[in-house]
């Protein structure tokens, strides 16, 4: 299967009517609540929200630490996809989809009928994940080249939304959040996929890890309720909220 130029992938995504260009999509503003530090750790951005520092986004050329096979061991992802219960014609968003590492299981579980859009704010990022769904021969993934702000997908157009470590990397959690909200569908769930925080084992830099406790005070301000947070992974909870 011939690889996607990036040029083609960009024309791939008007024709599928992902919606208008990332600079035309940033209509939310930003909030007050954000802070910025001369002096923060080197892995973050010097932006902090509810008193989390935002750290600094994994670059496409990282992308091969996405599909490292020792993943498999160390995130159990198979456990991660069953603890999910996706069903058959759902359409789902995986959002940081990166190479599409957790794309290609999704669209396998939504399978016959279902969508997953995987959104990513980089282009490259949407090259890989779209050739190597390709060769995977899954034809059922849509790739959304998304702003930092706004999700580029309908209004309650989704079933569900995951976020497999990449919530923490949102440069505007709130604007985006907004916009991810507005996109599920009343009664459709949200699932965060995050380091645990809370387990010093857990060989992760601290701030690519999340709390429990923070993630559920961030979702505060959204229309959102907690329903359950399920602990099985290695080394990450999964954190469940449904849309109101």
């Known amino acids: 299967m011939a690889a996607v130029k990036p040029k083609a992938l960009w024309l791939l995504l008007v024709a599928l009517g992902t919606g208008a260009a990332p ?9 007050a609540e954000y802070e910025f530090r001369a002096q923060h750790d080197p892995d973050g951005i010097g932006k902090f929200y509810m008193g989390r520092e935002i750290a600094r986004v994994m670059g496409h050329p990282g992308a091969d630490w996405l599909e490292r096979p020792e993943r498999e061991s160390e995130e159990n992802p198979a456990l991660l996809i069953q603890e999910l219960a996706l069903k058959p014609g759902e359409v789902v968003a995986d959002i940081g989809a990166g190479s599409g590492y957790i794309s290609r299981r999704l669209a396998r579980c939504v399978s016959p009928g279902g969508r997953v859009f995987a959104v990513d704010v980089q282009p490259e990022m949407l090259t890989l994940l779209t050739n190597r769904a390709q ?3 899954i034809t059922n993934i849509v790739p959304v080249l998304s702003s930092t702000t706004n999700l580029a997908l309908s209004r309650a157009s989704l079933d569900a939304v995951v976020m497999v470590d990449v919530y ?15 996109a599920v569908k009343p009664g459709g769930r949200l699932f965060f996929v995050e380091y645990r925080e809370e387990d010093p084992k857990v060989p992760i830099k601290p701030l690519h890890k999340m709390s429990e406790a923070q993630v559920k005070k961030e979702m505060a301000v959204h229309p959102l309720s907690w329903v359950e947070t399920k602990k099985t992974l290695p080394w990450q909870h999964l954190i469940v909220f449904q849309r109101k």
């Open 135 to 137: 060769q995977a021969g």
């Open 168 to 182: 923490h990397e949102f440069e505007f959690p709130y604007e985006m959040m907004a916009s991810i909200c507005e």
């Open 23 to 31: 600079a035309q999509q940033d209509a939310i503003g930003s909030r």
